[in-house]
């Protein structure tokens, strides 16, 4: 069974930044898609930004213009580096792979917490 492996997170004044990393290994079918999802204490799982094949970018209004997602497809990694961070931001951010056949896996999720 694969398994996504998520790096980075943490504390950070809002305006600052933060780099998230996700390394995904032991996928026996194909990864058509990488990205990251979020989820806010009370609120429902949302999605951040997502890269498929063929470099297809989808990203979440309330962070275009401030983080941008990038996708290595030979080393199957996924980075999202976040700028001008604000407090409601503030969740806990879950890297997301889409295996063929196969469907969705989520890694364990990271805290990203942005103060005031």
């Known amino acids: 069974q694969g398994q996504l492996v998520e790096s980075g997170g943490g504390l950070v004044q809002a305006g600052g930044s933060l780099r998230l990393s996700c390394a995904a290994s032991?996928?026996?079918?194909?990864?058509?898609?990488m990205g990251w999802y979020r989820q806010a204490p009370g609120k429902e799982r949302e999605l951040v930004a997502v890269?498929?094949?063929?470099?297809?970018?989808r990203t979440a209004d309330s962070v275009k213009g401030r983080f941008t997602i990038s996708r290595d497809n030979a080393a199957n990694t996924v980075t999202l580096i976040m700028n001008s961070l604000k407090p409601e931001d503030t969740a806990v951010y879950y890297c997301?792979?889409?295996?063929?056949?196969?469907?969705?896996?989520w890694g364990q999720g990271t805290q990203v917490t942005v103060s005031s």
């Open positions: 997301y792979a889409n295996e063929v056949i196969r469907g969705a896996s």
């Open positions: 890269v498929a094949d063929a470099g297809i970018k």
């Open positions: 032991g996928f026996r079918f194909g990864i058509n898609a």
